[in-house]
């Protein structure tokens, strides 16, 4: 009876995987040197912030990524595609919430919601952990379309 309970739980535990996960139990890579990752520029408000990243690990469905950034001073937004959680590892990032700056440094963490746009100030520089979560193919066939303006049309038609 233990062979057997045991054989129907490791067929559960692979099933689980390969429907929920990626079937891969475990990700992980070596140090990566990080590599120029240029601020759009129509973002960058003030000096020549200069951007590295690398990407560390990423799910099988390209859903979940993780990796590191790090930038050097100027004053720039971000306009965030999808929910990124990062923590700073070294240096200090002002960062505007609600309307004001706030100093975050090493061990801060902070969630920025997909759709949000956030102005970011380095005084000097800043190394990050990022963590995005991508949305679903439902939300970016919904982003394809302009629903404001869809919607928009039908109140003028009606």
């Not at 979560?133 to 919607?151: A, G, L």
Request: glycine letters at 6%.
């Amino acid at each position: 009876m233990s062979i057997l309970t045991d054989s129907l739980k490791e067929l559960r535990k692979s099933a689980i995987l390969k429907v929920h996960g990626t079937g891969i139990r475990v990700l992980a890579t070596p140090q990566h040197q990080l590599e120029a990752q240029p601020i759009n520029p129509a973002w960058i408000e003030e000096g020549d912030p200069r951007a590295r990243a690398f990407e560390a690990v990423r799910s099988a469905d390209g859903s979940l990524v993780a990796g590191e950034w790090d930038c050097t001073a100027g004053r720039f937004h971000w306009i965030y595609s999808e929910d990124e959680t990062v923590r700073i590892l070294e240096g200090e990032a002002l960062i505007e919430v609600d309307g004001e700056f706030r100093s975050f440094g090493p061990g801060s963490t902070i969630l920025f919601p997909l759709g949000q746009t956030v102005r970011w100030h380095v005084p000097l520089y800043v190394r990050k952990a990022f963590f995005i979560r991508r949305p679903s193919r439902v939300v970016d066939v919904m982003r394809t379309f302009s629903f404001k303006k869809i919607f928009s049309r039908a109140d003028r038609a009606a």
